[in-house]
């Protein structure tokens, strides 16, 4: 006998066609019975082949219940919104398009979601894969480009720790958009241009008592694959930037005190790079202090010199 739909997958593409597909065997490969999950791909305008290896797959494997749909309103938040929105399961779960889950992701996100009926989202780590090798210059500083999130081996309430369920290893009760709306559109990656902040001002919204209620699990664990177009400077920079922008867009509105508070907490945090670089420098490391001084001056860059992008 099938089981019930119990959650549906969302996974955002934009012109992913090396990776789309591993995603999907990834879910293809799930614990879990088929009948349990859908997969919604949203097309956010690609250009190269992603939607023809979604389509090849559909055919390869008609008994994973995949749908696809087209977002023409380019971003991220976009196509995660319009996945919330035709999804048809009490529990909803974002996938990268460049992210493999393990095998027990979705029954563990499940039944974690069962164990505790309190809990509005879930999270857990996500662990990259380095196609192409790891760089010489990695770091904990550059988790963020390469999607890694780790807040250890112990569960608990990840906003008390001033973390966030993030990127491929988010889990909501579908009830979480209903309270606290949709992911912010001005904010997240639009086509080429790296924005962020959409995930942080999401979370930000959740307060008081029900801030117990976002919990982290560490073996609730994605892979995300990350090779040397990630990797290389001129995608640093973008990211960098898209990154310090975002920060700029989420206080936009908010009072004088505020904005002036995210301005020099980040002006700090890049003008800090220069201690560090000193630091790995002085350890024999050239490469590490080399990109982690130029890491915070493109933040830095994003933050005060560059223009904000048209809607």
């Known amino acids: 006998m099938a089981e019930p739909l119990r959650i549906s997958v969302v996974i955002a593409t934009y012109n992913r066609e090396k990776y789309i597909g591993k995603a999907l065997m990834g879910l293809l490969n799930q614990d879990l019975a088929l009948s ?100 010489e210059w990695y770091t904990k500083y550059y988790w963020g480009v390469t999607g890694q999130f780790d807040a ?8 008390d720790w001033g973390k ?32 962020a902040g959409e995930e942080k001002e ?11 209620h976002v919990w982290y ?15 290389n400077p001129s995608y640093l920079k973008k990211f960098c930037i898209g990154f310090a922008l975002g920060e700029r867009l989420e206080v936009d ?16 945090k890049s003008l800090g790079t220069l201690l560090l670089g000193m630091g790995y420098l002085l350890n024999g490391e050239p490469a590490k202090a080399r990109m982690i001084v130029r890491f915070g001056a493109w933040i830095f860059m994003g933050l005060w010199f560059t223009p904000k992008p048209k809607a």
């Open 36 to 135: 349990a999950f859908e997969v919604l791909v949203i097309d956010n305008n690609c250009s190269d082949a992603s939607m023809q290896v979604v389509a090849d797959f559909q055919k390869a494997h008609p008994e994973m219940r995949v749908r696809t749909m087209l977002e023409t309103r380019q971003g991220l938040s976009y196509g995660r919104n319009r996945g919330v929105e035709e999804s048809k399961a009490s529990i909803v779960t974002f996938l990268d398009d460049d992210a493999v889950a393990a095998p027990d992701f979705l029954s563990k996100a499940i039944a974690y979601l069962d164990a505790r009926p309190e809990l509005l989202a879930i999270g857990g780590k996500i662990e990259p894969e380095f196609v192409d090798g790891k760089p």
């Open 217 to 231: 699990y560490p073996d609730l664990t994605v892979g995300h694959l990350v090779d040397n177009q990630k990797l």
């Open 164 to 195: 966030f369920p993030c990127g491929s290893n988010m889990t909501f009760r579908r009830t979480f958009f209903d309270a606290y709306g949709l992911f912010n559109p001005n904010l997240g990656r639009k086509g080429a241009i790296l924005l």
């Open 202 to 212: 999401l979370f930000g919204r959740v307060k008081g008592e029900a801030r117990q």
């Open 152 to 159: 250890g081996d112990a569960e608990g309430a990840m906003l």
């Open 253 to 268: 509105e908010a009072s004088v005190w505020v904005r002036t508070r995210r301005y020099l907490e980040f002006s700090a």
